[in-house]
């Protein structure tokens, strides 16, 4: 599976942004996915999944403002609303199997991710 990203950019405090990762090379109806982002400096961590049966689940911190999709295609979304400068990073589309959500919970996650895509870079100002 390879997995392209898009949709990053700048935006002020409080704005909007909606990024979209297009997947190829072969998902079915067992594909889950969801988006983590990196910070500079700091550990990549998990900020939403999706599972194969369009349940989702996002993290405490955006909890509220940002929601994560998919459509038949595959092609995941994540619209994230009311962003803060605490949201500046790079954020990284990634694919998985059945269950993506437990993702959220364990922090060596990315481990067990079956494709990542490059990334976007997302920066908020104030």
């Known amino acids: 599976v390879q997995l392209v990203e898009s949709g990053g950019g700048s935006v002020q405090v409080g704005g909007s942004l909606k990024l979209s990762c297009v997947a190829s090379?072969?998902?079915?109806?067992?594909?889950?996915g969801g988006w983590f982002r990196q910070a500079s400096g700091k550990e990549r961590e998990a900020v939403a999944a999706i599972d194969s049966d369009g349940s989702w689940t996002v993290a405490d911190s955006v909890k509220g403002r940002f929601t994560i999709s998919k459509d038949k295609a595959n092609t995941l979304y994540l619209q994230m609303d009311s962003l803060k400068p605490e949201d500046t990073a790079k954020y990284y589309c990634?694919?998985?199997?059945?269950?993506?959500?437990?993702?959220?919970?364990?922090?060596?996650?990315?481990?067990?991710?079956?494709?990542w895509g490059q990334g976007t870079l997302v920066t908020v100002s104030s």
């Open positions: 990634a694919a998985g199997k059945e269950d993506c959500g437990w993702w959220l919970s364990d922090s060596r996650a990315g481990d067990a991710v079956d494709a």
């Open positions: 090379g072969g998902t079915g109806s067992d594909y889950c």
